[in-house]
């Protein structure tokens, strides 16, 4: 069973983004997800979202990194496991390590129905440009 809609798989597509699925885990993987400039040392990092079996009534609330992203002013990134920490995930022989956001208040909640891949990719782009965002 696919984890998206269609028309997810159409906005993927659209915007030429690279991802890896596994439905056993409900992995949604995008192996080569462009980081912000001169936030971080990497210039682009894998991204794991879990897609939820209700997806698109509820969506998606953290995310995992491949590697440990280390920003460029030294700082740490509030809500983000290191390596071995708890609640990071293991695909494809890596860690992804977590960072825990939460969009479920307003006016961020998922609106269920409404909302769908193009709000995942807005919260990881938003997640991964405001780092030190405690959301």
Sequence with gaps: ???????DYAELEERGLEYVEDEA????????????????QEKTC???????NN???GGIDMLWTHPHLTRLDGKAVPKMNGPGGGDNRQFAGKEYCRWSRHWNHAPVAWR??????VTILR?????????DANK
């Design 25 to 40: 885990q409900r992995f949604l993987v995008f192996p080569k997800y462009p980081l912000p400039e001169g936030l971080y």
């Design 112 to 117: 269920a129905g409404n909302d769908n891949i």
């Design 123 to 131: 919260r990881i782009s938003w997640a991964l440009g405001n780092p």
């Design 55 to 57: 997806y698109n009534q």
């Design 1 to 7: 069973m696919p984890l998206l809609l269609d028309t």
């Design 46 to 52: 894998e991204v794991l979202v879990i897609i939820p």
